[in-house]
């Protein structure tokens, strides 16, 4: 007989903090008929060798949510599971060497304020009053975390272990799971013990999920995008005035990160720890050399400290004590790397039924809060906070070995680094070129990665200053600035041209077509030969996504979608497309190109076209521009008159030359971002997201309530506006100093806090700074004044009419 039970309703491969965090969420939301398997011992993997350190910052929202659940789960945990632990709450001290890096914090705060946390910034004289040992002359400031600590991970498995088992769930030990097969709509997990049929399986397999993943392939997965590193950290011995502070004062010290020099010191016993995220890093398993061992379980690297001297001097230098210490102990362990240095959290892409939940960088911290993410995945099929960050999905078919391994050491080397929004990280360029790629880089553009799609930021002129480093400000200006007015004015003034490759594209046809996305959508939909915006909302009403659809004749239309959500979209329309229809992914096809802007008409009449120019905004129809054959869409994002140019691969370089023969000026991302949000259209995952439902994001209009189809979230709509909605999306004009709000800077008044931007930018065209967000509903009329956080800066905003700032009667895009 079998040992392990031969059915379940999920099953977790994995026993690390992760995996057993996701059991025991799982069980609480009452799918306690649950197994996790786990090939050693639990806590066999990463999980074992961590520090264990606990910190909620982060400069991204969903990631704070998730670190701030963690710590308060952690905080009520022993209690919760009658299973005591070692949790130690010392809160934490971020050294800010630049003014740059103090920007970074206070935007954190200012985040951390609206998630409830008390975040301080402490001045340099400040720092010393909480930790005494420290040298603080060439510092500028720091941010203290009062909710910051560190927990012994073992006995957080194990008390996450009990808490599960207690309510149901099964954990099997030494029980490795060797591969999966389906049948009848279930899983089949095969182990060494027997198999279980199941209906969900998730990979937790921590560093092993790339392995794991490959089970995955016959049933429509692809290659886990990870990487290995080797990480350090370091024990010293006691030091006498260590033991002495704390036994006096009752607690430990305030675990201390240099951010700008790339390591933690923390506490531990009456000595320390000294952790380094080293430049000089080692990934590892990364070549057939140094083949991934198959079993792991309980080992270490050998210690290798050379790499660390930098962060070890510095150390000494920063706390002159740790120099008196006698070092120990070195762990060297592996941690998994994602190109993004962020989880994979969510449905496993392309896979029914499968889910993943691995190759974390800081599993200990985060692995409370994924557990709920994961659980409601799972059970709910949607999560309380927009995950995207985290969202298997967003990585697509660029990510290969090659690319994982670059990404993954780039961001080890910059685990503190800061994330300014001009800046490109330049690892493993060029994953996706444009037809037109060649000809861009030649007019100077200055290229960003969109899904690995490399498109124009903007673009520079001879003598242009587009060094990596002039890139490191928060501010607006820098040699950008100039090249992005212009570029708005040409599309203002005159017309301008971008190259935009990666769109997603899907092709929807068959009988009903238009009934079953009816049925998907809020509103309704185009005749054929036009096109409009809709919008696809979940059970609760909450903005899953945003398509342009074009419709090509009865039941045949065009979906065209953000080239980052080209796996997530896909997936949402096939998850239950009605049998007869077919969706065909067209992405890699064709390619497109805006051209905008007052002269627009007279650049397609100089370049000679067959198209009928006359056709109003919003109609699309097949054409010849410069002799090749393309599909002219008459909408412009950037809110002129215009025409999107989609054509075939091929087609697009003579195209693009031609328009740039007759006088229009290219122009990039950043002009495009600044013309989009004077006309107030949403980005998907700034502005549009699970966050926040159809009306509250004042899509109003893109929702019929009358039409026959039923459709996801209607009766939530509905009685979220019989009650009214509690927050609603505004624009703001903003009295900003040298920086635009970014995304999710926190909205004042009256000493509350009321909202959150979502999106913000300088308006070239209006002359000023605006910003997108999310406003109490009480306050969302025009008029109101806040305040917005800005990097620390509270600056005056005004709310203003709903509408677009910028030709609020869209005069210039029916020209
Ligand atoms: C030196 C070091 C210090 C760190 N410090 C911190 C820190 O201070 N804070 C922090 O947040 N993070 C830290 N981390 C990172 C942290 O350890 C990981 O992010 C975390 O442990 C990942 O947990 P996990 O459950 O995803 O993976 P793991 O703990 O690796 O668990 C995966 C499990 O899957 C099992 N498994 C694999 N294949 C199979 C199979 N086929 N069948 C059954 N079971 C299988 C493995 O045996 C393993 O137990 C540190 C890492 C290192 C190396």
């Known amino acids: 007989m079998s040992e392990i039970p031969g059915q379940a309703r999920a099953v977790i491969i994995g026993g690390g903090v992760v995996g057993v965090s996701a059991l025991y969420h799982l069980a609480k939301a009452g799918w306690t008929d649950c197994i996790l398997l786990e090939k050693n011992e639990l806590t066999a993997g990463s999980t074992w060798h961590a520090a264990g350190n606990v910190p909620t910052f982060s400069t991204s929202w969903s990631l704070m949510n998730m670190q701030r659940y963690s710590t308060e789960l952690y905080r009520g945990l022993g209690a919760a599971v009658d299973y005591p632990m070692n949790y130690h709450v010392t809160g934490s001290i971020r050294l800010g060497h630049s003014e740059e890096r103090m920007q970074e914090f206070a935007r954190a705060r200012g985040m951390g304020l609206h998630q409830g946390m008390a975040l301080e910034i402490l001045a340099p004289d400040e720092i010393k009053g909480k930790y005494p040992f420290i040298e603080t002359h060439d510092l500028k400031g720091a941010l203290y975390d009062p909710a910051d600590g560190d927990i012994d991970p073992a006995q957080l498995t194990q008390a996450l272990a009990k808490g599960a088992r207690d309510l149901g769930a099964t954990i099997a030990r030494f029980c490795p799971a060797t591969g999966v097969s389906r049948e009848n709509d279930e899983w089949i997990v095969h182990t060494e013990k027997g198999d279980i049929r199941c209906e969900i399986v998730v990979n937790a397999a921590g560093y092993y999920a790339q392995r794991v993943g490959e089970w995955f392939k016959p049933y429509g997965g692809r290659t886990v995008p990870m990487m290995v590193m080797s990480h350090q950290y370091m024990i010293f011995d006691e030091v006498p005035e260590v033991r002495d502070w704390a036994g006096q004062a009752g607690h430990k010290l305030p675990l201390l990160r240099d951010v700008d020099s790339s390591y933690y010191l923390r506490q531990e016993k009456t000595g320390f720890n000294l952790g380094p995220y080293e430049r000089p890093c080692r990934a590892h398993w990364a070549d057939p050399s140094d083949p991934l061992p198959e079993d792991f379980s309980f080992q270490l690297y050998p210690d290798d400290l050379d790499r660390l001297s930098f962060q070890i001097e510095d150390a000494m230098a920063r706390v002159p004590i740790l120099a008196e210490a006698g070092l120990a102990r070195v762990i060297n362990g592996p941690i998994p790397y994602a190109p993004d240095g962020n989880p994979l959290i969510g449905p496993m892409p392309g896979v029914p039924n499968a889910y993943e939940a691995c190759v974390f960088t800081f599993g200990i911290a985060q692995g409370g809060g994924a557990g709920k993410v994961l659980a409601e995945w799972i059970t709910e099929g949607a999560t309380e906070w927009d995950m995207w960050s985290c969202d298997p999905r967003r990585f697509t078919d660029y990510t290969d070995h090659d690319y994982c391994v670059q990404k993954g050491m780039e961001v ?78 040409a599309v203002r003034d005159n017309v301008g041209v971008l190259d935009l490759p990666g769109f997603s594209r899907f092709h929807l046809t068959g009988e009903a077509a238009g009934d079953w996305l009816l049925g998907k959508i809020a509103g309704g939909l185009p005749k054929p030969g036009r096109l409009n915006l809709a919008y696809f909302p979940d059970n609760r009403g909450r903005i899953v996504t945003e398509m342009s659809v074009a419709c090509n004749g009865p039941d045949d239309f065009t979906l065209i979608t953000a080239a980052t959500a080209q796996w997530h979209d896909y997936e949402w329309l096939t998850r239950d497309l009605a049998p007869g229809l077919t969706l065909i992914d067209r992405t890699r096809e064709m390619s497109t190109l805006i051209v905008t802007g007052p002269e627009s008409r007279a650049l397609f009449t100089a370049i000679g076209t067959d198209a009928d120019l006359t056709l109003p905004w919003l109609s699309h129809q097949q054409a010849h521009v410069a002799g090749r054959p393309c599909i002219l869409a008459r909408v412009s994002f950037a809110g002129e008159l215009g025409w999107e140019i989609h054509a075939e691969n091929g087609h697009v370089p003579t195209i693009y030359e031609a328009v740039l023969q007759q006088g229009a000026k290219p122009f990039g991302m950043f002009a495009l971002n600044s013309l989009r949000i004077e006309k107030g259209y949403r980005a998907w995952k700034g502005d549009l997201s699970t966050d926040y439902s159809l009306l509250q994001g004042g899509l109003d209009r893109f929702i019929r309530f009358d039409k026959p189809q039923a459709f996801p979230g209607k009766a939530a709509l509905l009685s979220e506006k019989q009650a009214g909605v509690t927050k609603r999306f505004v624009t703001l004009t903003v009295d900003a100093g040298k920086a635009d709000a970014p995304y999710m800077s926190t909205l004042w008044h009256d000493g509350q806090v009321v909202g959150e931007t979502t999106s913000g930018a300088w308006g070239y065209r209006v002359g000023g700074s605006i910003a997108l967000g999310m406003l109490r509903a009480d306050l969302a009329y025009p008029g109101t004044e806040i305040t917005i956080d800005i990097y620390g800066q509270r600056c005056r905003a005004v709310v203003q009419e709903d509408g677009p700032l910028w030709d609020p009667d869209n005069n210039r895009l029916r020209a």
Not at 459 to 480: I, K, L, M, Y
């Open 412 to 489: 080890y080397g910059h685990e503190y680094g800061m994330h300014f929004p001009w800046h490109r990280w330049p690892a493993a360029p060029d994953r996706k070129l444009s037809p037109a790629h060649h000809k861009v880089k030649d007019l100077g553009g200055q290229m960003g990665a969109y899904a690995g799609w490399e498109r124009a930021n903007w673009f520079a002129t001879p003598g242009d200053d587009v060094s990596e480093q002039a890139t490191q400000t928060w501010n607006r200006t820098g040699p950008w600035e100039a090249r992005i007015r212009e570029e708005c004015e």
